[in-house]
């Protein structure tokens, strides 16, 4: 596969924590559970740290295998509790629970993730490898934040905070080739 990343870095990237490519040990699955990309990038540039940075992955990969970067893997992404300064944050885009992400009526995940879209993803772990040699493991965001909140419908209810990539995701495709270990925190 021909490998192109759009590069689109985020206006904060120069706020975000520099760190060296040895400190980088994971690769970390999200999917964005928002309709599209341009809402993803919208969500990504909101500020909500006092540093001045947001919540964003490194790279984006939309529905038809286009590949963005929005922060170089050299830089400290806030994509998931408690490993960001050792990981790189990919987001799949797919509707996930969106958006009613903490109803507990509507925690499916039913969008199916298309092939152009793994085929993406899997060049891209293969060039991550190379880029960084102390990538071993990867992991849904769901593996890693496993926290529980009450529901948005039912307060009494408990819902799991994160659920991405969800059930659709097919972890058996994209490890297939056996170069990265499936960790779950």
Not at 17 to 29: H, K, T
Not at 35 to 60: K, W
Not at 71 to 88: K, L, M, Q, T, Y
Request: glycine share 8%; net charge negative.
């Amino acid at each position: 596969m021909n490998l192109s990343i759009h590069e689109q870095p985020l206006p904060y990237i120069d706020l975000l924590p520099a760190r060296a490519a040895d400190a980088i040990d994971l690769v970390v699955i999200h999917c964005t559970e928002l309709p599209d990309l341009a809402m993803a990038r919208e969500y990504g540039e909101r500020v909500l740290h006092a540093s001045g940075t947001g919540n964003s992955g490194h790279y984006y990969i939309d529905r038809d295998g286009a590949i963005y970067r929005y922060v170089p893997g050299d830089r400290v992404a806030h994509h998931v509790r408690g490993h960001n300064e050792h990981s790189i944050g990919i987001e799949l885009v797919n509707r996930g629970r969106y958006p009613d992400w903490w109803d507990s009526r509507r925690q499916a995940m039913t969008e199916p993730y298309p092939t152009v879209q793994l085929d993406a993803l899997r060049a891209l772990l293969a060039q991550l490898r190379a880029a960084f040699p102390n990538i071993k493991r990867i992991a849904g965001h769901e593996d890693l934040d496993t926290a529980m909140m009450p529901a948005t419908d039912d307060p009494a209810l408990e819902i799991h905070r994160k659920l991405d990539p969800g059930p659709m995701f097919p972890w058996d495709v994209v490890l297939r080739d056996g170069a990265l270990e499936r960790w779950h925190g």
